[in-house]
């Protein structure tokens, strides 16, 4: 996976082939299709790998009973470490959003993984509303896009734009405009 990684971003994910992985990861052709149909599959395989510590990390990171502040750093930290820790990844990311757009059926995949994500964040969010956390009078499933947009949106400014937007400097803002558009008014 590793290999994958630096071949997609470095080729890009339509001209990268399964040849150059496995020869960059020292594995045979016929290992990777033991574990893979594709490159395709490969893919999935990381995101669903990635998605899945990540949602575990946000389940973990949110308690009712702490300032929704310190649960909107905790999530950014935790999403913007990751990238910091990996920074190929953002850049594979978005490599494969655009690949999504010419293919219609990683499309329909990915916007599934979305809906998952809206769905997790709806969960979490309502949870709050019922712990008296999380305002009421603004739609959950609104929030939960918005909330994705606007760390995605922050993600792809720091990487076109990485000497003006940097996500160590943004986290601080960016927990307390979210913070305070969450919590209930008085």
């Not at 930290?77 to 820790?85: E, I, M, T, Y």
């Not at 509303?129 to 400014?157: F, K, N």
């Not at 734009?161 to 986290?171: G, H, M, N, S």
């Amino acid at each position: 996976m590793e290999a994958a990684i630096g071949i997609f971003a470095r080729c890009g994910f339509d001209r990268a082939t399964v040849d150059e992985i496995v020869r960059e990861a020292g594995f045979s052709k016929g290992a990777f299709y033991v574990h893979f149909e594709s490159k395709e599959d490969l893919f999935w395989a990381m995101l669903e790998e990635r998605i899945s510590r990540q949602q575990d990390t946000f389940r973990r990171a949110v308690g009712h009973t702490q300032p929704i502040a310190d649960n909107v750093r905790t999530i950014l930290s935790d999403v913007f470490g990751r990238l910091r820790d990996d920074p190929l990844w953002g850049s594979l990311f978005a490599e494969f959003g655009a690949h999504a757009l010419r293919n219609e059926k990683v499309r329909q995949r990915l916007a599934s993984m979305y809906e998952r994500w809206r769905a997790l964040i709806a969960e979490i969010l309502n949870e709050g509303r019922e712990a008296g956390r999380i305002r009421t009078d603004i739609d959950v499933q609104l929030i939960a896009t918005v909330l994705i947009a606007a760390v995605e949106g922050s993600i792809m400014q720091s990487r076109l734009a990485p000497e003006t937007v940097r996500l160590d400097e943004l986290l601080e803002p960016l927990t307390t405009v979210l913070a305070e558009w969450l919590t209930p008014r008085d």
